[in-house]
């Protein structure tokens, strides 16, 4: 079973080391890549991501800095927040952490964030350049997909990709990009008419709902490579995907797990975002003297 495993874990942390070799580069040019997040309320899951993204960047040699803002934060004072940000040199990536109090409009704060920082990927602007393929920061999700897609050497071109979820942070960007390689893609969502029958088309299934163990055997073909992005809890508290991992490793042809497969990648390719900002900064910098 292992030989089917896609671990995200395992490619993350190689990733990581890299990003670590590439960060002690550009200090020696006297560019510290830096992470700011903005963390709004008390919502533990989002204290648990920041917590995470924060230790992360700093174990690749990154500065990471962290705005905590009560849930009573109006609108206009995190605007006034991202502001500063956006004019800070020593910070190339801007996260602000969602979901926000229902009293913010969240549009309006990722409109705001300058999209040279935006390392989430989610500015319209970088949306846009993300769908004519021009060069971007990607949406880190998908984006770490691709990477774990490449680094297993799966075949992507001709393939048919079938993604059931259409996020604008998951779903819709995931098939964007495995159409920029080529690969065949249906979108599925929830008024989606018999689901496995396309789903058990795919070549490449992923799956972004949010529903414990949702995709069983039924709605996969033999061989098949699964991605699952679901980060949900079973009954007995237990971190689990959208897909019945059990039942579905016997068809699949490789699988990622639930811990430690799409997640990982997540949080690795928002520091690559980051890297990639602090080189452009740097090489704009050299690029005036
Ligand atoms: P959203 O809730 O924004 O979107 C869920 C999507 O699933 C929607 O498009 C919805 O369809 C579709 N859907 C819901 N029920 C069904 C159904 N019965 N059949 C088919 N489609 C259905 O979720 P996200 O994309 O933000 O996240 C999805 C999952 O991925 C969550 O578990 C989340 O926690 C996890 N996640 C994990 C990350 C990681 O790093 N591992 C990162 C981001 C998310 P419709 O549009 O019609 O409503």
């Known amino acids: 079973m292992d030989e089917k495993l896609i671990s995200g874990k395992a490619i993350g942390k190689e990733i990581r080391e890299e990003i670590k070799e590439k960060v002690a580069e ?3 040019e006297g560019c510290t890549p830096g992470l700011a997040v903005i963390l709004v309320g008390d919502n533990q899951a989002s204290h648990t991501y920041v917590r995470n993204k924060q230790k992360s960047s700093g174990e690749v040699g990154m500065k990471s800095e962290l705005v905590e803002l009560p849930s009573t934060v ?3 004072e995190l605007l006034g927040h991202v502001a500063k940000l956006n004019a800070d040199d020593s910070i190339h990536g801007i996260l602000v952490q969602l979901p926000l109090p229902n009293h913010i409009d969240e549009n309006r704060i990722i409109l705001a964030i300058d999209p040279a920082k935006d390392v989430d990927g989610f500015h319209p602007v970088n949306v846009g350049k993300m769908m004519i393929g021009q060069q971007t920061f990607l ?4 984006y770490g997909i691709m990477k774990l897609l490449e680094r297993k050497n799966i075949p992507v071109r001709g393939k ?4 059931v979820g259409r996020s604008n942070i998951v779903g819709k960007p995931m098939g964007q990009l495995l159409l920029q390689q080529d690969a065949t893609v249906t979108y599925c969502h929830s008024k989606t008419e018999d689901l496995p029958a396309i789903t058990k088309q795919a070549d490449i299934l992923v799956v972004a ?3 414990t163990k949702f995709i069983t055997a039924e709605h996969v073909k033999d061989g098949a490579v699964v991605i699952d992005v679901g980060m949900n809890r079973d009954e007995n508290g237990k971190l689990c995907g959208d897909v019945d991992f059990d039942a579905v490793v016997e068809k699949a042809s490789a699988i990622t797990p639930v811990p430690g497969g799409v997640g990982p990648m997540t949080i690795t390719m928002l520091l690559e975002n980051t890297l990639q900002s602090a080189e452009q900064t740097l090489a704009e910098s050299q690029g005036q003297k």
Request: overall charge positive; some cysteine.
């Open 74 to 76: 109006t609108e206009d």
């Open 209 to 211: 709902i949010g529903r």
């Open 139 to 142: 949406s880190c999700t998908p």
């Open 26 to 28: 550009l200090k020696k």
């Open 160 to 163: 048919h990709a079938v993604i």
